[in-house]
């Protein structure tokens, strides 16, 4: 089994998404959506190689969330940790994003 750990970024970037949706949508929506990321880090303790590749980077791998916000993470292999890296939502230019 693994350990899930965020970065800093990580974490500023969900508060963000949270922040936006009880500005936009509803409470039970960012409900939904801190519920739907809790299931996937879950499945990332268990198989952390069950998400695919970012395609612009084989270093990172990306999991995405109600089909609106991608979640890109790395493997530590050797600490047996995945680290959470960044999240935003999918219609963004990603890739510009994580240089």
Known sequence: MYTVQASKEFVAD?????????????????EKIALMLDIQLETLK???KIYTTAPFSKNYRRFIID???????????????????NIFPSIRDLEVLLK
């Open 14 to 30: 969900f508060e963000q998404i949270i922040d936006d949706i009880l500005q936009n949508y509803t409470q039970a929506y960012a």
């Open 46 to 48: 268990q198989s952390p």
């Open 67 to 85: 089909g609106k916000y991608t979640a890109f993470y790395k493997i530590d292999e050797q600490n047996h940790t995945v680290i959470l890296l």
